[in-house]
């Protein structure tokens, strides 16, 4: 199935509702602010003239002295003929109020460009009234790059890579982890759920932890398991813990969890596409969705945090166990963008002397870098491969194609780092150093006779990383 994607941006004015006077007193006496959108738009399926279509809509809200979300989130309904609109839903944070903006253009043959252009909304917070205002398309500016920026991808449900891959035979992995951060209070949560197939042949034993990573304070993590696996079919159920389409729930110890998954974008395959299907390589890692957000409540034994359209993901890893030495790095970049990296070094005789191979996936305005995972790990016409230093508090990765290269450096502070111990299904004892509080660099720059900077993002806190050894 194909799937419709693109990028929209609008400009104008709203005046804002203050004391108890309404709304026609405001309109005279409020000075307008300035309001501008800068949205994405993503549906399953290419929009039907004479029906329905929900989109999912993130972007940036800019309120000239009064916001600048650049993870705003909402709903498109675009129904052209069925009920002559189209309706924008966007739910946003202002100077720590929490707002919804509700507005639709009215499609007629009339007055076909400004019924299409024009966007009459209204401002809402807690139900009530907070302000009105008028969108508008640029057409000048604007109309080019809309048409250019739709895209069809092909679409397949999130929950298709769900499922447990393992075929029963021994010394297997496989790994179902979610990691996101609440905007609230900037804490970092990581849930991890595990399947170990012993390479003796013992029975299989599903176990994990979760662990919450407040800005201040103490790290905090717990365990669940090992207890037999169950075989479910759509995930990871064991010890109360579940992990399937859409939710994710459990309860160990004074931890308990029970979060809503809404897939933002489609599957991010961070190895080659096709070591995810046939299981040829040492592991292979994918996202079935590169963003999620997250809506619930997650509690540690010392507060409750109730999410709201947290941002972060979940990913799948199957495999024969760890690698020799690995670094990982999730960051959501704001704006639909996303950076998935694994740099590692593997534990088969003769690789295990190679420097880490890097595979790097840079989602960024609707297009996936390098269009291949392999171009990372093993370079091309003579352009070499991308570099890790994997290291501790700081790793970094650079690397480059014909037109484009990359530097990321990521710092692990050792206060918001937590390590575990565990183990491989041949016994081997491994341990990783997780921080969902993690600070990132990251700039690409693009070759125009010069190199010059073509993006830029500096996260403080945000990016979920970790670095591990066997």
Known sequence: MRGTAFRETMLGTVRLVTGEQDSEEQDTGVPPRRI????????????????????????????????????????????????????YRLSFTADGRALTLDGWKSPTARHPVRSMTVLPFTLYEDGAQAGRGTLRF???????????????????????????????????????????????????????????????????????????????????????????????????????????????????????????????????????????????????????????????????????????????????VNGRGNARRWAWLHADLGDGGVLEIVAAVSTRPGL??????????????????????ERSAVGLLGVGRFRARIGLPTWTVTGRTLLRRIRVEVTQPAERTLALDYHDPDGAPAVCRNSETADARIRVERWWGRWRTEAHWTLDGTAHAEVGER
């Open 36 to 87: 501008r959108l800068d949205l994405r738009a993503e549906t399953d399926r290419v929009p039907r003239p004479h029906g329905t279509t929900r989109a999912r809509l993130t972007g940036r809200v800019r309120i000239t002295g009064l916001a600048d979300d650049p993870g705003a989130t909402g709903e498109l309904e675009i129904s052209l003929l069925a009920r002559r609109r189209i309706r």
């Open 138 to 316: 640029p057409l000048a500016s604007g109309l080019l790059p809309f048409l250019l920026g739709f895209r069809f991808p092909a679409r397949r449900d999130p929950a298709a890579h769900l499922a447990p891959r393992w075929d029963g035979g021994p010394g297997r992995t496989e790994v179902w982890y979610t990691t996101l951060t609440d905007p609230a209070t900037g804490t970092g949560i990581w849930l991890h759920h595990e399947l170990v197939a012993p390479t003796d042949g013992s029975a299989p034993r599903a176990h994990g932890w979760a662990a919450s990573f407040p800005p201040e304070g103490k790290v905090r993590h717990v365990r669940f398991g090992p207890e037999p696996w169950s075989a479910p079919a759509h995930g990871f159920q064991a010890d109360g813990v579940s992990a399937g389409p859409g939710r994710l729930t459990g309860r160990a110890g004074d931890f308990s969890w029970d979060l809503a998954e809404r897939p933002c974008s489609g599957p991010l395959f961070t190895f080659p596409r096709w070591s995810w299907r046939h299981p040829l390589l040492p592991a292979a890692h994918m996202l079935p969705a590169a963003r999620a957000t997250y809506d619930g409540t997650f509690g540690d034994g010392e507060r409750t945090l109730t999410l709201r359209a947290a941002p972060g993901a979940s990913a799948r």
């Open 352 to 373: 295990r002397r190679l420097p880490p191979l890097v595979f790097l996936r840079l989602r960024h305005r609707g297009r996936t870098w390098p269009r291949r995972a």
